[in-house]
């Protein structure tokens, strides 16, 4: 199988021609290399082809199996979506660092080796991170930078880990790891991009403060990359199953207290993915099944969630929910394809969610974690009641608050379209996901159990928010989450210590003065490091050397 | 002339500083041409000796035809001839970019400046190529007195931060030849392989001691090693532009050779504690000069304090002593000329078309999109971002802690990284998007521009051929620096 | 400014005194590798020797003996005599093997003379620098 066929090259190629091209070239170029990475991903057969070396060791640039290919899929179907939803205005960073990041993401699951999944992991971070600079405000910025930090430490993590697996004779090829020393950091790193609280505050700080577009390709790639590499390294770790389930319950949470809606989505995020590292941590067939399912529907709902929120902040600027409403009347296409989306996430039958969310829930009966189970359900209630009826009741409903600026570009509502009826597809023709997964399903989602069980959930979940309503409108409010521990931890080494050990230096110069130069007058201006101070550190170092010699 | 290749470049580099101010007199406008053909026919030539060293082996010269140990020789094997291609490539490319601003700033005197650069490149190929402790204090002298010199040029702060570079070089001086001297005291000879033969023998001698302890520690202020590192923050602040295009890229470079040469190969250090202090020192000056860079306001004293931080990276590498470790310093040393160079060189520029060096005034932003994309290309290369070369070096260190089982050390060449990318974030993010102000900006010159383009295309490039650098020449290098060297 | 000593005995003594330094000077530096001395030392006693003029007979009287960027090419020059002499060696052993020279019969008579031109330019350079740096000194000291 040559090197040639991954999916990676197209959007490789097509970022460098979207990042100079004029305008209607990049719109050409935008969609048209996920096309050709779709079709290059649907048509990967099984196999590695090793290509190079790199630092004496062997680079497997392409490695596919069901697994890798259900995700190379999806991730090249999002890459179109997001193209086709920032086409209008098509600006060149979006495009650019959104194929370099779906070049990024496809690299990772199509890694063979160590040392490719770390390059690709990092050529993600850096494309994310231009991603979220394409908000193009102070704050967008300022969240970008954090973004970068929070993904350079997991970085480091992996390449700690990775250096440490192979320098004690580990196999260069990407395979299960033991959860020993290189593997507690590689674990880490995988969490990091997981968004497995506490290290999650990346994601929710800094996909609201993209550009629409910018967020919906955002969330098709990182975490779901990293639910990859957990299926494929730490399978089975019963720590995750718990990690998933916290997780889950945590994101919900804290979405149903949010107001600004992208955030909202932003925490349904790490909630959704919470069921993947579930699954990844039960370990069995079906629990890999359903956690590649999930993470399949997932892209697809999501990516249609953000980008009627998208559409909502695009048409009147604004993003939080007490600033909205009343938006039904103007926007009709979006709000129903929102629901499509909304009720996809919670889901309901016949649509993806159902036939995906359910093979986890399914895994987790099936190995008697009961408690997982009905933690789970929970956070499925949870999820619809923010998603399906808090955010559009108080966004498209309620009392007129904002008017939209100007109609939706018709890329944005196409894409939108796309998307939903991708989710009716895989809803009421389950076997076409299912056909792509890596394990055989023998689960059949429509059955009565089943669907009566869903449609409870949607129907209590109602009711409860009919009578809460008023509570949940939320008012102006911050929820406190763990990037204040972040913001105050930068701030004491930025002010605490640097400063300290300015002052350090200040009282030995100011000793130095005393002691040795106290007959010359001091310099006109304040250099650095005075030479008394330096010499009494010279001495020092020369008696230190010849101790340890 | 083969045969000559470990002399040529030092040779002419001399030549070229004596040549340049007889020119200036009757054609002053070629003297810098002359300056820079000669920097890069010693550039060639170092080429020449390196791939000469891949094919035949290792060489001894002797100067005047007399054989060691009596005889001054000169060394030519993969690590002298790696870091003199270093020393030599980056140092004409640094009095390239300078060139045009050494005019500005220096005006009629310009070709003084060229020769004085010269004179230094000429000490640091001499510590390169020298075979001999004594012929390393000569050169190193050389280049010490050139630097003063340089740094001094600018006038105003330059000349108090001159002093004080002086002061305490001359102090590193004395110290490398005090250790000098005890050790011929101790053996009656100054030959570096003659050393490493009768040195073990001696191992218990406290002359030994003291000697190589003050060595050690003479050479660490040259190199500019935390805590010893006081010098470098003022001089390479207050330097005037076409200066620091040259110092902070190749000065320290040399200095850290010869501590590698010496420590390792002459007295056989690898194995004592001291090589694990070294180590940690360098882990301290990793994070201690990360942390202090990230919080300065002016760009060049942020390019300096960035340096200590590098420079504590080749400490690690140095003191582990192991094969991947030792390949990880020396492609460092590489990495890290070529990327601070070009960010030293893009700093210049921008201050020569009229920004001030403060973070907050240094913004020329869209403007500017090639110099400020080779900046970035630079930055990503002290991160240690793939594929630049900095990535390479970083993860050559990382196995050698891993190998040596120092997982604290592990943390602070990581943690090196982070600071890193705040600290050049901070500069990236203010070149590009800083304040222009009102005043209008003059474009950077071709020059300088072709410069810059070749270090980050050359930053990228070797890191994708890092591979082969590194089996064919650096680990070659690295076994024999720790291998007992025959008389 | 300097200005002319004063004392006419000063001026008289150093008239006398400077040729014969500068005798001294060349003896010293032919001498080198046979008694003390050598091309360093000779070249501080024959720089000495103009700036004895300066110091005695005024700036006026060296100015008129001494051209800035004579000196400037004389310190130039004389490295570049020592590293032309070394250059013989390219075509014996090495760099410096002043064997190779030309001319006088024996090697040891070839490896005298080579070190006597290296000498030479070492005593040039020293000489020239020195009293460059004089030059340059008096003259911030004039514009001060």
């Known amino acids: 199988m040559s090197e040639l066929a991954h999916p990676a090259w197209p959007l490789l190629a097509g970022a460098a021609v979207a990042a100079v091209a004029p305008l209607p070239v990049r719109r050409l170029v935008a969609l048209l290399a996920p096309l050709v990475a779709l079709v290059l991903a649907w048509r990967l057969p099984d196999g590695a082809a090793v290509g190079g070396a790199l630092m004496g060791l062997p680079l497997i640039a392409l490695r596919a199996d069901a697994l890798a290919r259900v995700f190379a899929i999806v991730f090249a179907l999002a890459a179109g979506l997001g193209a086709l939803y920032g086409l209008e205005p098509a600006r060149q960073r979006l495009l650019a660092a959104g194929l370099a990041a779906a070049a990024a993401a496809e690299g990772i699951v199509l890694a063979g080796d160590w040392v490719t999944l770390y390059l690709a992991w990092e050529t993600l971070a850096v494309a994310s991170f231009v991603l979220v600079t394409d908000g193009r405000t102070a704050r967008a910025w300022r969240s970008a930078l954090g973004y970068l930090l929070v993904h350079a430490l997991g970085g480091a993590l992996l390449l700690a880990g990775v250096v440490w697996h192979l320098a004690s004779g580990g196999d260069p090829r990407i395979g299960p790891l033991a959860l020993d020393g290189p593997g507690w950091l590689v674990l880490l790193a995988f969490a990091v991009n997981a968004a497995v609280p506490p290290l999650h505050a990346w994601l929710t700080d800094a996909y609201p403060e993209s550009s629409p577009a910018g967020t919906v390709l955002l969330s098709a790639f990182a975490t779901k990359a990293a639910v990859y590499a957990l299926l494929r390294v730490f399978a089975g770790q019963e720590v995750l199953v718990w990690a998933g389930t916290a997780m889950a319950l945590y994101g919900v949470v804290y979405a149903v207290l949010a107001t600004d809606i992208r955030r909202l989505l932003a925490y349904h995020i790490v909630s959704q993915v919470g069921y993947m590292v579930a699954g990844a941590g039960i370990g069995t067939a079906l629990a890999v099944n359903g956690a590649a399912a999930h993470a399949f529907c997932h892209i697809i709902y999501k990516a249609l969630l953000l980008m009627g929120a998208g559409a909502v902040v695009h048409a009147t600027g604004r993003g939080r929910l007490p600033d909205l409403g009343g938006l039904a009347p103007h926007m009709p296409a979006t709000l129903a394809l929102y629901m499509v989306g909304a009720l996809s996430i919670s889901g309901a039958p016949l649509l993806n969610g159902f036939v995906s969310k359910s093979l986890v829930l399914a895994a987790a009966e099936a190995t008697h974690r009961d408690t997982a189970y009905w933690l789970l359900t929970l956070a499925s209630v949870g999820t619809f009641l923010s998603t399906g009826l808090k955010l559009p009741w108080f966004t498209f409903g309620g009392a007129p608050a904002a008017r939209p600026a100007a109609a939706l570009p018709r890329p944005m509502l196409a894409a939108m379209t796309l998307a939903a009826a991708l989710c009716l597809l895989l809803g009421v023709a389950p076997g076409l996901l299912y056909a792509l997964l890596p394990f055989p399903v023998a689960y059949a989602p429509y059955t009565a159990g089943h669907v009566l069980e869903s449609l409870q959930i949607l129907a209590g979940t109602t009711l409860a928010f009919l009578l809460l309503k008023e509570t949940l409108h939320g008012a102006a409010s911050r929820t406190l989450d763990v990037d204040v521990l972040y913001r105050a931890a930068g701030r004491l080494l930025r002010d605490g210590l640097a400063p300290a050990l300015a002052r350090v230096a200040d009282a030995a110069e100011a000793l130095s003065y005393a002691l040795v130069a106290r007959q010359l007058p001091a310099p006109d201006f304040r250099l650095g490091v005075p030479i008394g101070y330096a010499v009494l550190i010279t001495l020092l170092t020369l008696g230190l050397t010849l101790l340890a010699w | ?487 | 400014m300097i200005e002319r000593h004063e004392s006419v005995v000063v001026t008289t003594f150093v008239r006398v005194l400077v040729p014969l330094a500068q005798l001294f000077g060349l003896y010293v530096l032919v001498h080198g590798h046979e008694s003390p001395g050598g091309g360093f030392q000779a070249g501080v006693i024959l720089g000495a020797s103009y700036i004895l003029v300066a110091l005695a007979l005024g700036r006026e009287a060296l100015e008129e003996r001494v051209n800035e960027r004579a000196c400037v090419a004389l310190a130039a020059g004389g490295v570049l005599l020592y590293v032309a002499t070394g250059a013989v060696g390219f075509a014996g052993t090495a760099f410096l093997d002043y064997a190779a020279l030309p001319g006088p019969g024996s090697p040891v008579r070839a490896r005298w003379l080579g070190i006597l031109l290296i000498e030479i330019g070492v005593a040039l350079a020293v000489a020239a620098t020195l009293v460059l740096i004089f030059c340059r000194l008096a003259a911030r000291d004039a514009e001060t």
């Open chain 2, 1 to 487: 002339m083969r045969g000559h290749l470990p002399v040529l470049p030092l040779l002419l580099t001399l030549v070229g500083a004596m040549a340049t101010p007889i020119v200036a007199l009757v054609a002053p406008r070629a003297a810098s041409g002359l300056a820079v053909g000669a920097a890069a026919a010693a550039a060639l030539a170092a080429l020449g000796g390196l791939a000469d060293v891949l094919v035949a082996g290792p060489r001894r010269y002797a100067l005047g035809g007399w054989p060691g140990p009596w005889g001054i020789e000169l060394v030519l094997d993969p690590l002298s001839g790696f870091v003199g291609v270093v020393v030599a490539g980056v140092g004409t490319a640094a009095l390239l970019a300078g060139a045009g601003g050494a005019r500005r700033v220096y005006g009629d005197a310009a070709p003084t400046f060229h020769a004085l650069a010269l004179v230094a490149l000429t000490g640091y190929l001499g510590i390169v190529a020298s075979g001999d402790l004594f012929n390393v204090f000569v050169f190193l002298e050389i280049a010490a007195i050139s630097s003063y010199a340089l740094v001094a040029s600018g006038g105003g702060p330059g000349l108090v931060a001159a002093f004080r570079y002086a002061v305490l070089g001359t102090v590193g001086a004395s110290f490398y030849l005090l250790g000098v001297a005890l050790l011929y005291a101790l053996t009656g000879s100054l030959n570096m392989a003659d050393l490493a033969a009768r040195l073990p023998a001696l191992a218990q001698s406290p002359l030994l001691t003291g000697g190589a302890a003050l060595i050690v520690v003479g050479l660490a202020i040259k190199m500019a090693l935390f805590p010893l590192h006081g010098w470098l923050p003022d001089a390479y602040t207050h330097a005037p532009s076409p200066v620091t295009a040259l110092l902070p890229a190749v000065g320290t470079k040399a200095a850290a050779y010869a501590l590698a040469r010496i420590l390792l190969s002459v007295l056989g250090g690898g194995d004592l504690p001291l090589a694990m202090l070294l180590a940690w020192t360098g882990a301290v000056a990793v994070v201690v000069g990360g942390v202090l860079a990230a919080r300065q306001q002016d760009a060049r004293r942020l390019l300096a304090y960035s340096s200590v931080s590098q420079m504590g990276y080749i400490a690690i590498g140095l003191g582990l002593a192991g094969t991947s470790a030792l390949a990880g310093a020396y492609l460092h040393m590489l990495g890290h000329a070529l990327a601070k160079g070009a960010l030293f060189i893009g700093v210049g520029a921008l201050l020569l078309a009229g920004r001030r060096p403060a973070l907050a005034a240094l913004g020329l932003g869209p403007r500017q999109p090639v110099l400020g994309a080779c900046l970035v290309v630079a930055a990503l290369s002290m991160v240690g971002v793939p594929p630049a070369l900095g990535f390479f070096s970083k993860w050559y260190l990382l196995e050698g802690a891993v190998a040596a089982g120092q997982p604290g050390l592990v943390g602070a060449i990581l943690l090196g990284s982070l600071l890193a990318l705040v600290y050049m974030y901070r500069l990236t993010g203010a070149v590009w998007f800083g304040e222009s102000g009102a005043l209008p900006v003059a474009a950077t010159p071709r020059p300088v521009l072709a410069v810059l383009v070749v270090l980050a295309v050359a930053t990228l490039g070797l890191g994708l051929v890092s591979g082969p650098l590194v089996d064919r020449i650096l680990i070659p290098a690295a076994v024999l620096t720790t291998a007992a060297a025959g008389p």
